[in-house]
């Protein structure tokens, strides 16, 4: 991509056995989580937003930070406290990774999946007790489908593409500065298979 073609792409971060160990604590995770969505923050500015002790995630900062996924804040870090942000927007589990067989990549890759549904459903749950506090426009804004749909393994893929590069498309296109009333949206996205048979016509 050039600089004539829009925005620059989003800085992704590729696991490998190594920063999947890195990474796969919920404590790192929620970390980073709240760097990404939240933006840079010290320490002990992490340590109340998460309610953990700001030893902990000094602690864990410094793990986050030797395997790659945070970074000093230029811009902030001139005082006593060390600034923090994520050194990526994106965090992708490659298909590679998803099919090493060894037991400590499996139980890492465990922690991460099973960390990032709790997160998710996290979510969901607090917007469904602050729902009552968005203005009515967002209220009937916001979606909770779910579907049901019978899909070849290639269709599946396809259809995971399809809503990525949809996703892509309003993140390359933000409302102008000063457009009233937006909000930071999360949309979560959830393609897997089930054991239930089809149900006959």
Do not use: C
């Amino acid at each position: 991509m050039t600089d004539d073609d829009g925005p620059e792409p989003r800085k992704v971060h590729h696991l490998n056995p190594r920063s999947l160990r890195g990474l796969a604590h919920p404590l790192r995770m929620r970390l980073l989580s709240s760097l990404r969505l939240e933006g840079p923050a010290t320490a002990s500015q992490l340590a109340v937003r998460l309610g953990e002790s700001s030893g902990a995630t000094s602690y864990h900062l410094r793990q986050l930070a030797e395997y790659g996924f945070v970074e000093d804040d230029p811009d902030r870090g001139k005082g006593r406290e060390r600034w923090w942000r994520s050194a990526h927007q994106g965090t992708r589990t490659d298909e590679e990774l998803i099919r090493d067989r060894s037991p400590e990549v499996q139980a890492a890759l465990s922690t991460l999946l099973f960390e990032y549904a709790t997160q998710r459903a996290q979510e969901v749950t607090t917007w469904i007790a602050t729902r009552h506090e968005w203005s009515k426009e967002w209220d009937e804004s916001a979606d909770t489908s779910d579907y049901t749909l019978y899909l070849t393994p290639e269709q599946a893929s396809e259809l995971s593409h399809k809503v990525s590069a949809l996703m892509e498309g309003y993140r390359s296109s933000p409302p102008p500065e000063g457009t009233p009333d937006v909000a930071q949206v999360r949309v979560h996205s959830h393609i897997f298979p089930t054991r239930q048979e089809r149900p006959r016509p």
